[in-house]
Nanobody, 123 residues
Framework: QVQVVESGGGLVQAGGSLRLSCAAS????????MGWFRQATGKEREFVAS???????YYADSVKGRFTISRDNAKNTVYLQMNSLKADDTAVYYC?????????????????WGQGTQVTVSS
């Protein structure tokens, strides 16, 4: 069983920055594909960014150029650096892991999920 735990959320003004962290258990973290998703109040969960075992990254158009996903395999941790935050970025952010497969944009592609961390951007 893989455990996934997000941290780093909080309240920030529009234009500011936050860095989210996601720690995942497991001896083979380097082989996991990792993804970030978010869900705003009253809206469906949406894909944000992903990084696979080869460090290939992919971003939703809404965050491209502002967010950066990265991973530190030695720490079993993936990060989401969020810059130039907008009010529309307000959501609960979830980290997810897929074991033995490529990263995808659909939540069903992922096997394990964290409980989420709240990001609130004020304007």
């Amino acid at each position: 069983q893989v455990q996934v735990v997000e941290s780093g959320g909080g309240l920030v003004q529009a234009g500011g920055s936050l860095r989210l962290s996601c720690a995942a258990s497991g001896r083979t973290f380097s082989n996991y594909a990792m993804g970030w998703f978010r869900q705003a109040t009253g809206k469906e969960r949406e894909f944000v960014a992903s990084v696979d075992w080869s460090d290939y990254t992919y971003y939703a158009d809404s965050v491209k150029g502002r967010f950066t996903i990265s991973r530190d395999n030695a720490k079993n941790t993936v990060y989401l650096q969020m810059n130039s935050l907008k009010a529309d970025d307000t959501a609960v952010y979830y980290c997810a892991a897929r074991i033995g497969g490529a990263a995808g944009v659909g939540g069903a592609d992922y096997n394990y999920w964290g409980q989420g961390t709240q990001v609130t951007v004020s304007s």
